[in-house]
């Protein structure tokens, strides 16, 4: 029994120095404080705690946990509302390029928005076959678009020209005298130019008054070699290359009636 004192008496009947005591004597242990520096001070300072220091760390300890999840719940809120207001820019932007879509749910509003992309994708893949990027290299393409059980009278025939070539101030001027030359006019012209090179998408018809007995295969291969011609020149210089270079296009062609 610890902190009890047993005195070295002995028990009663063993025969020890207790029968030599006195009647009446006290034979019962008792217990006697700890001396100082013994060992459960020793024990008790090196933990340096006492019941109520402990209270109040646990009390610390507490309060830091609250403080830091109220910190993070509010940086959470702040977040999510963050997250609510760019949908909702980007929501108010698509509102913006659909008509009449004001009053409409989230959900219409998207599929509204993606039938619309759709149909510009669809337009921009046909503008892109109608015109396309201008090559590297020169180019021309003459395709005759005629109608077949039709009479030229009631529906003449519809020749697509195409030239790529490197772009200069007056190449436009140098194709439109070429048509001009063949009795052709432009109903359509379409263009796309990029990193100096250009390419130029032509409808032609002939033009009124010419006459309608030149053969159309002719017809063809003669602005074929034309714009083939226009496609090789290079940029004119200031010398008078200008008028020698049309002096070539009215003299390279004569027309013969075809029989």
Not at 17 to 22: G, K, R
Not at 112 to 135: C, F, H, T, Y
Not at 230 to 249: I, Q
Request: hydrophobic fraction near 40%; proline fraction near 6%.
């Amino acid at each position: 029994m610890a902190g009890c004192f047993f005195p070295s008496f002995g028990w009663p009947g063993d025969g020890g120095p207790e029968a030599s005591l006195p009647s009446g004597e006290y034979r019962e242990p008792f217990i006697l404080p700890w001396p100082p520096g013994s060992a459960v001070d020793r024990v008790s300072g090196f933990h340096g705690l006492s019941p109520s220091s402990s209270s109040s760390s646990s009390v610390a300890l507490g309060g830091s946990a609250v403080a830091k999840a109220a910190a993070a719940s509010k940086v959470h809120s702040l977040a999510e509302r963050r997250r609510r207001e760019r949908i909702n820019g980007h929501l108010s932007t698509l509102r913006r390029m659909i008509p009449n879509a004001d009053k409409m749910d989230k959900a219409s509003l998207l599929w509204s928005v993606i039938q619309e992309v759709r149909v510009l994708k669809r337009k921009a893949l046909d503008i892109g076959k109608r015109l396309a990027v201008p090559a590297e290299v020169n180019q021309v393409s003459v395709e005759c678009d005629e109608h077949e059980g039709t009479s030229a009278a009631a529906c003449p025939p519809l020749i697509r020209a195409s030239i790529c070539c490197d772009d200069r101030p007056d190449l436009f001027a140098d194709i439109v005298e070429a048509f001009q030359c063949l009795g052709l006019k432009a109903v359509r012209a379409d263009m796309a130019s990029l990193g100096g090179r250009v390419r130029h998408a032509f409808e032609l018809r002939r033009a009124a008054g010419e006459d309608d007995d030149v053969c159309l295969s002719s017809l063809v291969e003669s602005t074929r070699d034309v714009l083939g011609k226009v496609a090789s020149m290079e940029e004119a210089a200031p010398s008078g290359l200008s008028t020698k270079r049309r002096r070539l296009l009215h003299s390279h062609f004569s027309w013969v009636p075809y029989n």
